[in-house]
């Protein structure tokens, strides 16, 4: 019964850390192919909308790390600028061929949205932490009394029991609540994409 609750806790923690790092997986795509149908705008839009997803992308990572409450604010309101110049160029006789530009900059909002939606809605239900932490203070006490009536050659062995079972614990706490280590590896996608974007400009106009 205790190995059923602590696998089921794992892998609902496994899960949401996979869940979070493919979110961001498919927001880094989004985002950059909209920086590549930037080229479908005249020049000035074109440099204008690229440097707006640059900076886009730098607040997206301090939002992702901080998640501050004003930096969330920042982050949709530059997500309104973006898409009221992406609207703006289309009025301005790009015409249709804005019109890829515009469905990248809708899944990059869209999949912002859900992100931050599973980020709060994907955690382990408060109920499972408590059967999780009572069955932890269970077994310690229980390991700790028959240590004790056992003497020191099996309390070796129930120190170890208690230990393997805390870390068991942390493995699922760390996997379930998100983290500064947590966030350098879920979001590499965004850090490839930002120092892609930041890199050398080739005759065409693009980013190498």
Known sequence: ????ILGFAFGLASSHFDARGQAV?????????????ADLLSDSDREEMRSLLREYVDLRLDVGQFGKSQELDRLRQMQEHIWTQAVAADKKGAGSAAAPL???LTDVIDL????VLAGVRMRIPLRVWIILYAIMIVAVATAGYHAGLAGARK???MAAYAMVFGAVIVLIAAGDIPNAEQFRSSHQA?????ERLAGPVNGTGKTQ
């Open 190 to 194: 965004l850090i490839h994409l930002r």
């Open 112 to 115: 912002h949205g859900e992100r």
């Open 25 to 37: 997986f498919d927001e880094s795509v989004a985002i950059g192919t909209a920086y590549h149908r």
């Open 1 to 4: 019964m205790l190995g059923f």
């Open 102 to 104: 515009l469905q990248s």
């Open 155 to 157: 309390s070796i062995a």
